[in-house]
């Protein structure tokens, strides 16, 4: 893709619809994403009535519970975009690429333990007062 110099708010533009560009290449190409997108969206809906405590809104209990959503799907989006690149290169198998993809995939399952981990805690901390 060429760059076309451009600078102040058409750059700024064209960053926005590249970013959009990219995210439906992840909803239309990746079945992950898709999954990621939707769990985390039922997520960031039940965050909401979970972040109430004593009948106010906790702003910091939703940004906790809606920070894991957004960062696994922001890592799926780099896992596939590593993946992209590593199979334009070439089919046949390298060690180099076959660690490229595993640890893309690992960063994944690290947000998604951090997901996991993070609504435990704040579940445990609102219905049991253990934490």
Known sequence: MAKTG???IVRIINAGKYSLKG?????????????EAVL????????VFLARENSQFNVLY???LISGPF???????INSAIEAVVDRIGNEYH??????????SAAVFIMLMYTLITWILVLLHLYTGII
């Open 6 to 8: 451009a600078t102040g």
């Open 23 to 35: 995210l439906k290449a992840g909803l239309v190409n990746e079945a992950a994403f898709r999954q």
């Open 40 to 47: 985390g969206l039922i997520m960031i809906i039940a965050a």
């Open 62 to 64: 939703y940004i906790v």
């Open 71 to 77: 960062l696994v799907m922001t890592f799926e989006i």
């Open 95 to 104: 060690e180099l690429s076959g660690r490229a993809k595993d640890m893309g």
